[in-house]
């Protein structure tokens, strides 16, 4: 069974994680999704620490992302969930690349600036 957590924006993938307005939670068993969820993001002071308390609350063990920041990369590596990269799609293809192993993980010298200074 994997969990994954998606930024969403109506039908597809948002382009980038840390300004998505939603996340998809999809519970997957044998390669077939068992359970769906959209949740509008909640709001958050420290988006590097609180969205890994979220995910974890989910039990998410894997996030589908077409950017993502290094602070939130970091602290989600760190709590152990695996992170990959999708072209941009829809989230119904975003998933089948996870089911059939198509997806890469992301790689540190892909992350992007979110955009604020870190202290």
């Known amino acids: 069974m994997s969990i994954l957590a998606i930024p969403v ?47 974890s609350s989910k039990q998410v063990d894997a996030v589908i992302v077409v950017r993502i920041g290094g602070g939130v990369y970091k602290t989600l590596k760190q709590k152990g969930m695996e992170i990959f990269k999708t072209s941009p799609a829809s989230l119904e293809e975003a998933v089948q690349r996870f089911v059939q192993n198509t997806l890469d993980k992301v790689q540190e010298d892909e992350l992007v600036s979110c955009g604020h200074k870190h202290h």
């Not at 769906?36 to 988006?47: A, G, K, S």
């Open 9 to 55: 924006e109506g039908a597809q993938v948002c382009d980038h994680f840390g300004h998505s307005k939603s996340f998809a939670f999809i519970r997957l068993e044998d390669g077939k999704i068992v359970n769906q969820e959209i949740l509008p993001t909640p709001t958050m002071q420290n988006r590097h620490e609180e969205f890994p308390l979220w995910f």
